[in-house]
């Protein structure tokens, strides 16, 4: 099986603009996880998808947010960037249950300028 | 709210050697414990997943140990090779969470010297 995917995997884009990032979980996984990891702050968790609900969410402003597809697709949205929204943001799958294992995928790196 | 805390935040071992990394968390209501190996700028890679009616999960040269009522998990890696310089992070998923969320520690950075 494909691992997960995600793209783009760079981004460069200057404060005040927004952007969407897109995560494709293994084919037959129904939960999407978004986390943020910076050098100060580690992996903090952003919001959780499971068949196109929001299940779960982080402490994170409302500028971030995000939507799954019926195919289990997901994307994130940032709006209004800031310098602190540059991260590695990395998306996670994982099957159904609570107890299943969770795959990262490689991430999308932002620089936001 | 659930903390969980890794130690040491980074390691330097001659290649060969065994060793063995820390992580506590303070709540012990837990579903599971996942541990997992980061590349420089890469992704993370699952290692082991114990479940919290489990002790211990082992995969080749790893073994992961968890004592849920004291809040510990141990990770041992066995004769060392450089090639398992990374970060390693430790995750919990809480009972008190509905879904998949995990809390990690801040991770332990090992470098395996030849």
């Known amino acids: 099986k494909a691992g997960v995917t995600q793209t783009p995997r760079y981004l460069i884009k200057t404060r005040g603009q927004q952007v969407t990032l897109s995560c494709s979980p293994i084919?037959?996984?129904?939960?999407v996880s978004w986390y943020q990891q910076t050098p100060g702050q580690g992996l903090q968790f952003l919001f959780e998808y499971f068949s196109e609900t929001q299940r779960n969410k982080g402490n994170f402003p409302g500028r971030f947010s995000g939507r799954q597809f019926s195919n289990s697709r997901s994307e994130m949205n940032v709006s209004t960037l800031e310098l602190g929204d540059s991260a590695l943001y990395l998306c996670?799958?994982?099957?159904?249950?609570?107890?299943?294992?969770?795959?990262f995928g490689p991430g999308t790196r932002l620089t936001v300028l | 709210k659930q903390e969980v805390t890794q130690i040491p935040a980074a390691l330097s071992v001659p290649e060969g050697e065994n060793l063995v990394l820390n992580c506590s968390f303070t709540d012990s209501a837990i579903y599971n414990l996942q541990w997992f190996r980061q590349d420089p700028g890469k992704g993370l890679t699952s290692l082991l997943l114990i479940q919290s009616s489990q002790r211990e999960q082992t995969s080749g040269r790893l073994n992961a140990s968890l004592d849920k009522s004291s809040g510990r998990s141990t990770l041992y890696i066995a004769a060392s090779q450089p090639g398992d310089s990374a970060t390693y992070l430790c995750?919990?998923?809480?009972?008190?969470?509905?879904?998949?969320?995990?809390?990690f520690g801040e991770g332990t950075q090992l470098t395996v010297n030849p």
């Open positions: 084919s037959g996984h129904r939960s």
């Open positions: 995750a919990v998923r809480a009972e008190e969470t509905s879904g998949s969320r995990l809390t």
């Open positions: 996670a799958s994982s099957p159904t249950h609570s107890t299943d294992t969770q795959y």
